[in-house]
């Protein structure tokens, strides 16, 4: 890995972040894609001097995804988004950009591509975000049979969606709403388990060309979800059930919001178990077994949505 370049598009991410500290950290070169520069600012210290670059890029022009990707050794798309806004479509962004970026990559000679998918992409899918993370890997797969391909189920660490989200609704509301009941089951996966699978399928050459779907060490209901919520923040709004059907009108309502709370697409999402398949590959195929727990993880930042903060210490059953 050392003096390798690799260029990781969505590289100041939520994810793409803990990737580009790893790569970093084993001596490789950093060439971070992204649309705003002045936003990965940050990333700089996470390297030595010079080793992380930022480069302006954006996936709906080809000309500055072919300047991105220019003699690099490795290429990582972890471009994704959750709510869709103006020009930035999940289909321009998960599907027509996988695939720009993945071309673009062919025509400079790339040898190894990681994409960011996630668990659930299904072309058959209601959900928009499902099918066109599903229509991206096949893009992918079209033009890099040999591609490494992660799906990993909900994402969790500091700066998560997820907990993050439900943290704030729970300071802010008296409820929290138990969407469809509440019985939708996930495997939440830590961000830095995530990195290291994608580290490891770079560094072993005979990981590469599979698609690994990734999740934590437990299942949980969306109820049991929202119950660690309740106790990690020290707060105790109700669990309301909410039908689908009535959430699915809330969301589209809230969808037009700058930053909304939830979407009808995220509704239709949570009618559909987000945990690895039987018989998946997953992390033991990577060689790594031991994974990071929800409980003893998210209240180390958490806290922020606490009456005391750290002062008010979390109990686990």
């Known amino acids: 890995m050392r003096d390798k370049l690799v260029t990781v598009f969505g590289g100041a991410g939520f994810l793409g972040r803990y990737l580009v500290q790893r790569l970093a950290h084993e001596g490789a070169r950093v060439r971070v894609a992204i649309r705003r520069p002045d936003e990965g600012l940050f990333l ?4 030595a001097v010079g080793q992380i670059d930022l480069v302006q890029t954006n996936i709906r022009y080809p000309r500055s995804i072919a300047h991105a990707v220019q003699s690099a050794d490795i290429v990582v798309n972890y471009v994704g988004i959750l709510n ?9 962004v998960h599907a027509r950009g996988a695939h720009a970026v993945a071309e673009a990559a062919r025509a400079a000679g790339v040898r190894t591509f990681v994409h960011m998918s996630a668990l659930g992409a299904d072309p058959d899918s209601e959900s928009r975000y499902a099918r066109t993370k599903a229509v991206g890997e096949q ?6 049979p040999e591609a490494t391909i992660f799906r ?20 802010t509301f008296p409820f929290l709403p138990l969407i469809g009941g509440g019985e939708t089951r996930f495997q939440p996966v830590y961000v830095g388990d995530v990195a290291d699978a994608v580290m490891a399928a770079i560094a072993d050459p005979s990981l590469r060309g599979e698609t690994y779907s990734l999740g934590g060490p437990r299942v949980y209901t969306f109820r049991e979800l929202m119950e660690i919520v309740r106790e990690v923040t020290a707060r105790h709004p109700v669990l309301l059930p909410l039908p689908f059907g ?12 700058p930053k909304p709370p939830i979407t009808a697409d995220q509704v239709t999402l949570l009618k559909t178990d987000n945990v690895v398949p039987e018989g998946a590959k997953g992390f033991e195929a990577l060689g790594m077994a031991a994974l990071t727990p929800v409980e003893g993880t998210v209240e180390s930042y958490m806290y922020r949505y606490r009456r005391g903060g750290r002062k008010v210490a979390p109990r686990f059953s």
């Open 139 to 144: 893009a992918v797969r079209e033009v890099y």
């Open 246 to 257: 009535l959430a699915s009108m809330i969301g589209t309502f809230a969808g037009l919001l």
């Open 44 to 47: 700089k210290p996470l390297g």
């Open 84 to 92: 869709p806004s103006g020009a930035q479509s999940f289909e321009a």
């Open 152 to 171: 990993p189920s909900v994402v969790f660490g500091p700066e998560d969606d997820f907990f993050n989200r439900f943290g704030w609704m729970a300071r």
